[in-house]
C-alpha cells in the first residue's frame, strides 16, 4: 500500500491564485519531508525540506516566501505556491525518509493558467 | 558539472536485449547510491540500491566504482514492461539532514 499520500493529483488554476498542496507520511511519522519539483523532461530538483515544528529549509534560488511549507505534525505537511505564475507549472513531489529507503508521493500536477 | 550525469536516452531497444546504463557523480563524500524508475508522470520509485561489491536483483545488477565514481545499470532479457526513466540517485547529507540528489535520468524504450 500507499506510504505517502499527496492531495490533489491534478489542480489548475487561474495566474495570481494560491495553491496548497497536501503531502501525508501514512505508515510512520515523519520529522523531516522534502519537497521536490520536475518539470518535463527535466530531473527532480529539491525544492526544500520540511522540518515538523520549524521552519523549512529552502534550497539556493528557491523563495521562501513564494514556496511557503507548514509541517505542523508528524504526518502531515503542506505546501502553498502563492501568487502562482504559469512558469510555477510542474510536478510537485513529497518524499518522506523511511529508514534508509526514501518514499516519494505519487505526485501533484499543477496547471497555471 | 552536473553533480550527477547521466546518458539522456532514449535507449531504444528490441524485447530480450541487454541494455546498460551509466551514471557518474562529481561529490566524492556521496554515501548511499541508487536507481530509481519512474514511469511517465509517476513518482520515482526505488528500484535497488547499489553498492560497492555490486548487487542483483533478477534481471537487474547494479554496479558502483567509487574510484572513478560511476554507478551502472544493467538490465538483461528486457521486458516491454521495462520501459520507464531510470534514475540515477545519489545520497549525500545536508545541514537538513539526508539529500538526494536525481541524475537527468536515462529514457529506455523496450519493442516488441
Known amino acids: 500500500g500507499a506510504v505517502v499520500s499527496q492531495h490533489p493529483s491534478r489542480v489548475i488554476c487561474k495566474s495570481g491564485t494560491s495553491v496548497k498542496i497536501e503531502c501525508r507520511s501514512l505508515d510512520f511519522q515523519a520529522t523531516t519531508m522534502f519537497w521536490y519539483r520536475q518539470f518535463p523532461k527535466k530531473s527532480l530538483m529539491l525544492m526544500a525540506t520540511?522540518?515538523?515544528?520549524?521552519?523549512?529549509?529552502?534550497e539556493q534560488g528557491v523563495e521562501k516566501d513564494k514556496f511557503l511549507i507548514n509541517h505542523a505534525s508528524l504526518t502531515l505537511s503542506t505546501l502553498t505556491v502563492t501568487s502562482a505564475h504559469p512558469e510555477d507549472s510542474s510536478f510537485y513531489i513529497c518524499?518522506?525518509?523511511?529508514?534508509?529507503?526514501?518514499?516519494f508521493g505519487p505526485g501533484t500536477r499543477l496547471l497555471v493558467l | 558539472r552536473k553533480e550527477v550525469e547521466q546518458d539522456p536516452g532514449p535507449f531504444n531497444v528490441p524485447e530480450g536485449a541487454t541494455v546498460a546504463f551509466n551514471c557518474t557523480y562529481s561529490n566524492s563524500a556521496s554515501q548511499s547510491f541508487f536507481w530509481y524508475r519512474q514511469d511517465c508522470r509517476k513518482e520515482p520509485k526505488l528500484l535497488m540500491s547499489?553498492?560497492?561489491s555490486g548487487n542483483e536483483d533478477g534481471r537487474f545488477t547494479a554496479q558502483l566504482n567509487r574510484a572513478s565514481q560511476y554507478i551502472s545499470l544493467l538490465i538483461r532479457d528486457s521486458k516491454l514492461s521495462d520501459s520507464a526513466t531510470y534514475l540515477c540517485?545519489?545520497?549525500?547529507?545536508?545541514?537538513?539532514?539526508?539529500?538526494?540528489?536525481f541524475g537527468g535520468g536515462t529514457r529506455l524504450m523496450v519493442k516488441p
Open positions: 540517485v545519489i545520497r549525500g547529507v545536508n545541514n537538513a539532514g539526508n539529500m538526494l540528489t
Open positions: 518524499s518522506v525518509l523511511g529508514g534508509e529507503t526514501q518514499y
Open positions: 547499489v553498492y560497492s
Open positions: 520540511s522540518n515538523e515544528g520549524s521552519k523549512a529549509t529552502y
